[in-house]
């Protein structure tokens, strides 16, 4: 078959943004279509995965409250009463159980939660006046390298000539370098991040990535034009297709942060507003976990981590070290709740 395949997602998303754009525009408002998700989440540590009797400490993904387009967080229940909930500033939201192992036995942690998410549609107008202010902390937090996965290396350096040029206003640069993103980074699975040097560079030297490799990419090649660029990650939970997944964030002056999604990529679509639908505009199906890379837990993890950039299937240890991804298995069980 020429051509490109149909795409579950896309089809899905050409039928729904319109709809959202549409009801932002007659409500007047930047949050619409509220909708309640409620999830199961289980974590299973394999038998004989740790010697009986030792304590398996296990942290889950847990909704984060640090944006408007999701709140209403409600803790519903988990399967072991001395569970923490990390403080809704940690960087990677989690609920914290632990239990004793028994010999020939799975080890379960399922807790059960909801939340309220809604779509946000800024509207973002490339032809207008956008603003940043560089005398602040943001500013200088946010466009600040971070090595070693958001390095202002020479041949990034060169790449970020060349998509800019000579241009001047930064909302119209957002727009070059998501296009040639878009243009020239397709997405592939990727390797562990845990194995990956530094994830822009690998990008580029690739020419390939996924959510998150193509999130720093973008987040890098932000901070170099001097535009406020972050980290945001957790989970996508679209109907056609659930899994994990990163994303980027950028500020000016007059939107404050907002939402780009560079690997949901430009859509095809004749409509220039359902087209750049993710560059500065979300849907309700992004669940957000995490708000920056390779941040520490609550309660503190003691021994490494099995994913040392982000979080989203969970972490586990014990006294003798960590438990890798080999050594349990994850599922998430959701439930959808439109207020309409």
């Known amino acids: 078959v020429e051509g490109k395949q149909p795409d579950a997602l896309d089809d899905y998303l050409l039928d729904y943004l319109p709809e959202l754009i549409t009801q932002s525009k007659n409500e007047g408002k930047r949050l ?3 909708m309640t998700i409620s999830v199961r989440y289980r974590l299973t540590v394999k038998p004989n995965a740790v010697p009986a009797g030792e304590i398996v400490r296990c942290w889950l993904p847990y909704p984060a409250e640090n944006r408007e387009r999701q709140g209403d967080v409600e803790f519903v229940s988990a399967n072991y009463e001395n569970f923490i909930i990390a403080p809704s500033t940690s960087t990677h939201r989690s609920i914290y159980l632990e239990a004793p192992a028994e010999q020939d036995s799975s080890l379960v942690f399922e807790v059960e939660y909801k939340f309220r998410s809604y779509a946000e549609y800024n ?42 040029g ?25 390797i562990e991040y845990s194995t990956i040097p530094a994830i822009a560079s690998y990008c580029y030297e690739s020419m390939h990535g996924d959510c998150g490799i193509q999130s720093l990419l973008l987040i890098t090649l932000l901070r170099m034009n001097g535009i406020p660029a972050k980290w945001q990650s957790g989970w996508m939970f679209h109907p056609p297709e659930v899994n994990l997944h990163d994303w980027a964030e950028v500020y000016f002056e007059e939107t404050g942060w907002i939402p780009v999604d560079q690997s949901f990529k430009l859509k095809p679509s004749d409509d220039p507003l359902v087209r750049y639908y ?39 240890e014990w006294r003798g070290g960590n438990l890798y991804f080999d050594k349990w298995n994850y599922q998430i069980f959701l439930d959808y709740k439109t207020e309409n």
Do not use: C, M
């Not at 956008?130 to 202002?152: M, V």
């Not at 241009?167 to 640069?173: D, R, S």
């Open 166 to 190: 000579t241009e001047t206003e930064p909302v119209k640069k957002l727009k070059l370098i998501y296009e040639w993103i878009n243009d020239n980074i397709p997405w592939a699975g990727a």
């Open 278 to 316: 993710y560059l500065g505009n979300t849907d309700n199906y992004h669940f957000i976990v995490n708000d920056d890379i390779s941040g520490h837990f609550y309660p503190a993890k003691i021994h490494p981590r099995s994913e040392t950039v982000d979080f989203q299937r969970g972490e586990v």
């Open 123 to 164: 509207g973002l107008d490339f032809n207008k006046k956008y603003t940043i202010d560089p005398s602040t902390a943001l500013f200088e937090e946010f466009t600040a390298e971070r090595g070693p996965h958001i390095a202002f290396t020479k041949e990034l350096r060169e790449l970020s000539a060349r998509i800019v």
């Open 32 to 34: 619409v279509n509220p």
